[in-house]
């Protein structure tokens, strides 16, 4: 099998500490230029020029084979994007070597690629040009686009009047359809409302089956086993694993749930607006501890420490539950009636949520939390997550020993009622019921 990918010795670094002044013009480049060795020495020794360096990546190293979809997981900060950016010449590596064999497209971030000022329209047309499409390739993709995107009302608006739903939309259509070689695709899909985010996956789907090679960044761990054939796991930088989607996983998850325990404290984000901050996030039991596992035959609380800056009546905090890796359910605290939100005030506060008894099924489980301002913008996207285990207990029956596959062991309603047909071959509840399936019996 052909080669893709083939990365070797890759490492990016980063210089931090004293910021530097931007030249205007060519004469002040060649000023900075000469006059750098200068304020080196000026700087020597005092605080205000330190200048340190961090390494995005060091030293990584993996060929992929043409037609592997490759999942991409690691902890926020690990590298992944930086990984990304430099397979797309956004930025280049400080050392080591990238072959790329095809041709590349990403979506990497809302709206990469697109320029503000044209239409959604010329956007197209613009993405493919930079692809290395012919301007007839688009056109016979054109249709398909505008279809899955679902916004050709809006196809002549300027992109800069989109939503971020919008941008979302267009995006991953494009990316999507243009048929590049090598697509590369960050965590940006949960912008979208549910019902996109599943059309995308089944996109996703089928470009994994169409034999291109695709770079999958993503946390939603149920998503990497359904779609990638292989996974590797990127830590401080470095490759740390590498190998089938379901051992990998399996042994990421498994790491988080040792490292985190129950608590989970959040780091102030640089670059974010401060109006809005999760600081921490804690899964409880009935009496207050933060200890698993817990017992699913006692209520189980989720508690969010905030701290707000600013008042707006669009905020809206609240958390993806996920089981193995998979999204179970996300709740907000706005889900209710507005008249019984918890209210969320300036300063520092704690909203809480309860997880009722008898509920959830044995099995580790994850509290993503998340805070947008509601249809606008995401302040927190869910990229941190609290690991606990939960064991099954609230069910009495002798047979439920065994655990039935899932998320949920629900204690449902069951009762006997009257037999389908009577005597004469009608059915109780009179012939407008659809008839039942009829089992043919075991040999």
């Not at 179970?328 to 008249?339: E, S």
């Amino acid at each position: 099998m052909s080669t893709a990918v083939s990365i070797s010795g890759l490492g990016k670094r980063y210089m931090i500490g004293a910021a530097q002044q931007r030249a205007q013009t060519l004469r002040d480049a060649i000023t900075q230029v000469a006059t750098r060795p200068i304020r080196r020495l000026r700087n020597l020794g005092s605080s205000t020029g330190n200048v340190s360096s961090i390494w995005a990546l060091r030293d990584v190293s993996f060929d992929v084979d043409a037609g592997q979809v490759v999942g991409i997981i690691g902890r926020n900060g690990a590298g992944k994007s930086t990984l990304l950016k430099i397979l797309t010449r956004i930025t280049e590596p400080t050392k080591g070597r990238v072959e790329i064999y095809g041709r590349v497209g990403s979506l990497l971030e809302v709206g990469t690629g697109f320029h503000a000022e044209l239409s959604g329209r010329e956007n197209i047309y613009l993405n493919g040009a930079i692809l290395g499409m012919t301007r007839a390739e688009i056109g016979r993709k054109f249709d398909d686009i505008v279809e899955f995107s679902e916004i050709s009302e809006f196809l002549d608006t300027p992109v800069k009047r989109y939503s971020t739903g919008m941008y979302v939309r267009l995006a991953f259509a494009v990316a999507a359809h243009l048929e590049p070689e090598i697509l590369l695709v960050d965590e940006v899909l949960s912008v979208g409302d549910v019902a996109f985010q599943r059309k995308c996956l089944g996109q996703m789907g089928a470009i994994a089956g169409s034999g291109r090679t695709v770079f999958l960044v993503s946390h939603n761990m149920g998503a990497v086993r359904g779609l990638c054939t292989r996974v590797v796991e990127i830590e401080g930088g470095q490759l740390v694993a590498d190998g089938p989607p379901g051992e990998i996983v399996n042994k990421y998850i498994a790491k988080q749930l040792a490292g985190s325990g129950a608590v989970l404290d959040l780091p102030r984000p640089l670059g974010i607006p401060e109006e809005l901050l999760i600081t921490a996030v804690r899964v409880l039991d009935d009496e207050g501890h933060a200890v698993a596992p817990f017992h699913s035959n006692s209520p189980m609380f989720i508690e969010i420490d905030l701290e707000v800056a600013s008042e707006n009546e669009g905020y809206q905090v609240g958390f993806d539950l996920l089981f193995d890796g998979g999204l179970v359910l996300r709740t907000w605290h706005t889900d209710g009636p507005p008249d019984s939100w918890p209210s969320i005030k300036l300063g520092k506060s704690t909203l809480r949520c309860v997880i009722p008894a008898g509920l959830l099924n044995d099995g580790s489980y994850a509290v993503m939390p998340r805070a947008c301002v509601y249809r606008r913008y995401w302040i927190h996207k869910g990229d941190e997550s609290v690991w606990f285990d939960v064991v099954k207990d609230h069910l009495d029956s002798p047979f439920s020993w065994v655990t039935n596959p899932g998320a949920l062991a629900v204690l449902l309603d069951w009762e006997t009622v009257a037999g389908w047909a009577s005597d004469d071959g009608s059915s109780p509840a009179g012939d407008a019921q659809t008839p039942p399936l009829t089992l043919p019996r075991p040999d």
